[in-house]
């Protein structure tokens, strides 16, 4: 299927590995220029490099920065001022009990999960709506619908996220643009497997799995975690022209954790 994205541009927050690599690679896949971000200009390169590697005529472009620093957000927008889509993945986790998560966890949670994605979609919203034509994307997760309570503070931005995609898309109702949250459940991302590396005690990734979705997660249908391609490809979709009638969703790719039919 052609997605009609050879002529688009894209930028990825925090594409420099995980869910947001993925996408970047699907959006590159597809013919559009995509420019990749993150905090490491040695992991970009590296990740700019597999992208090419497997596609040769990619058009990747760098951006290199913190984007939950609102300067870094000012010079984004001076070196990238054009954009068709913007897919808001940046995002940290971290299971913390209630109690001991300070004031100052929930700032930098919000500022990241959060703020970033405002701060984008808030500088890059006019010229969409100048062209009539645009996709804003939100990675959001299954947690903003089941608190998980071993980081309540992560649920609440994801749920955070939910609010303003879809307050957006309000605001571009009758326009050619369209704004989504996709929401992801437990995917095998580089962050997940440092994490399943450090609480695993040497626990194998398959058995590890085994007992997370029997005990941890066991609303799971598929029982295993998602790979990143595959919540990339529904991004990708959603980032095209055929998806033109998707605005104002909650998409779910998690595997069926949340128990609901809607």
Known sequence: MDLQLKDKTAFVSGSSQGIGFAIANSLAAEGSHVIINGRSNAKLIRAKDKILNEHPQA?????CGDLSDPQTTSKL??????????????????????????D????RFFNVNVLSGVRLSRAYLPQLQEKNWGRIIFISSESALQIPQEMIHYGTTKTAQLAVSRGLAEICAGTGITVNAVLPGPTRSEGVIEFIDQISDGQDFEAFEKEFFQSIRPSSLI???????EVANMVTYLCSPLASATTGAAIRVDGGVVKSCV
Do not use: H, M, Y
């Not at 058009?59 to 951006?63: G, K, T």
């Not at 068709?84 to 001991?100: R, T």
């Open 59 to 63: 058009n990747i472009s760098l951006f």
């Open 77 to 102: 927008i001076s070196q990238q001022p054009n954009v068709d889509i913007l897919v808001n993945a940046l995002g940290i986790f971290e299971p913390k009990e209630f109690l001991d998560i300070p």
């Open 104 to 107: 100052e966890d929930w700032e």
């Open 223 to 229: 029982k295993r975690f998602a790979d990143t391609q």
